[in-house]
């Protein structure tokens, strides 16, 4: 149990130290000067050990050509892995890079790579995507896409500035799935009766999912801070974040991105089970489409389960690494975190189905 608490201490202390170190970092930033570059060669290359640590690693010694910065079209040579680390990249011909710079006390200045330019490969994925979703999904896969690029937007200039300035995460999460809810729904489904049953549905199975985010992320006593990206939002800005007003906000903006797939998809199965048989009950209309709600549920259940554990999957390795109990596992926050995440965000979407079912059954029975 001695060497479990220590274990946890020290994973803690780095943590803590890094976020601080990028604190420190951010609050001289303008003694590092950011360049690009692309790699020229491969001057070196061995594997080095580090018997401190115990491991060994790749060094590579490259000749970086600088493509843009105030040092444009010069040559440097840079050292790569040099210093233990946890990921270290080996890099070849041709990859785009970025690179910082500082001043040692002698003052030279010392350039190192800081990460590969992932643009160009990124931007061939999207545009993957983008011809498959309007070749397949035709003019529903191009209105999807609008409404994917208006939430994006949504969430860029109005979500994370109103954040970034103080204002309450819950609330401003809420106001924002009420204007995403609407202008995505009418975009990707048209201006029907049915999707204006799906936002109805929507809305009032995500206002009993905040409630419940807000009722078990405080008897769960979660923080809100316990990950790395937490740590470090509060070092690298200087600012003082709600982080549990983070968290919950974000069970509410992750649960409204299933949700339109789950409230249109009932309202659908209701409006064809009605065409079929003009005659049938509200009540036998309701248990008809239930039925295949519930194939919907149980396969939306064991995606949202798979999804989660995949995000958290090394988090949960490194503690099935330290031997502990199933227990004391699910008891540490950053896995409480995801558990309260994925069966919070679960049990709004399982509500959306008969909620927006019942809803659907009264309408198409011009019960309401």
């Known amino acids: 149990m001695k060497q479990k608490n220590l274990t946890t201490t020290i994973l803690i202390t780095i943590v803590l130290l890094f976020s601080q170190k990028t604190y420190l970092l951010a609050q001289t930033s303008e003694t590092i000067k950011d360049y690009q570059g692309k790699v020229l060669e491969v001057i070196e290359e061995k594997e080095i050990e580090f018997p401190e ?9 490259l000749k ?16 790569v892995g040099t210093i233990p680390q946890t990921q270290n990249i080996t890099y070849s011909r041709g990859n785009k890079v970025l690179i910082n710079s500082y001043e040692d006390i002698d003052g030279n200045e010392v ?22 979703a309007t070749i397949v999904g035709k003019r529903k896969g191009f209105f999807a896409l609008l409404a994917m690029a208006i939430s994006f937007v949504i969430i860029f200039l109005f979500l994370l500035p109103q954040i970034a300035n103080g204002k309450d995460p819950i609330l401003t999460a809420i106001l924002t799935s009420l204007i995403i809810i609407p202008i995505t729904f009418y975009i990707s489904h048209g201006l029907e009766k049915k999707t204006t049953i799906s936002i109805l549905g929507t809305l009032i199975a995500l206002v009993i999912t905040g409630i419940l985010s807000i009722v078990f992320v405080n008897l769960t006593k979660l923080s809100g801070g316990a990950t790395e990206e937490a740590l470090f939002l509060q070092g690298i800005s200087g600012k003082e974040y709600n982080l549990k007003g983070l968290l919950l906000a974000g069970i509410i903006i992750g649960t409204l991105g299933i949700m339109d797939d789950i409230t249109i998809s009932q309202t659908s199965i209701v409006y064809q089970l009605f065409d079929l048989k003009k005659d049938i ?8 489409s239930m039925e295949l709600g519930k194939d919907h549920i149980a396969s939306m259940i064991n995606t949202l389960v798979l999804v989660y554990t995949g995000a958290s999957m090394p988090l949960l390795l490194l503690f099935m690494n330290e031997s502990r109990t199933f227990g004391e596992v699910i008891n540490l926050e950053p896995v409480a975190t995801e558990i309260v995440r994925t069966l919070v965000g679960s049990i709004g979407l399982i509500l959306a189905v008969p909620i927006t079912t019942y809803i659907a059954c009264l309408v198409v029975k011009k019960k309401i």
């Open 281 to 288: 009950t509200t009540k036998e209309l309701f248990k008809r």
């Open 53 to 61: 640590q115990e491991v060994k690693q790749k060094y590579q010694k």
């Open 64 to 79: 970086v050509l600088i493509t843009k910065g105030e040092k444009e079209g010069e040559e440097v040579e840079i050292e």
């Open 111 to 132: 350039f190192y790579i800081t990460d590969v330019i992932r643009t160009d490969m990124l931007l061939i994925l999207f545009i993957i995507f983008i011809l498959l």
